[in-house]
C-alpha cells in the first residue's frame, strides 16, 4: 500500500489530525501536510542528482587501448 493513500485514508476515514499521522507514521508533520494538500493525481518524485558510472570516468582512455 503507498504512504500516500494510507495517510490519506487515515485522515478522512479514521478522521486522525495531521500530528496524529505523523506520529503513527513516523514522518514529518510537513510531510503529511504536504502529502494531504496536494492534488490526488500529484505521486511525489524523489529526484536524484546523475552520477556517473565507474566505466564512464576511464571511458576515453579504456576504448582507445582496445585498438579495435
Do not use: C, Q
Amino acid at each position: 500500500m503507498d504512504m500516500i493513500g494510507r495517510i490519506r485514508r487515515l485522515h478522512t476515514r479514521d478522521k486522525l489530525s495531521e500530528r496524529e499521522i505523523a506520529r503513527k507514521t513516523g514522518l514529518s508533520r510537513n510531510t503529511v501536510s504536504k502529502w494531504l494538500h496536494a492534488s490526488v493525481n500529484e505521486t511525489p518524485k524523489y529526484r536524484r542528482e546523475p552520477r556517473p558510472n565507474k566505466l564512464s570516468v576511464n571511458r576515453p582512455g579504456f576504448f582507445g587501448d582496445l585498438n579495435l
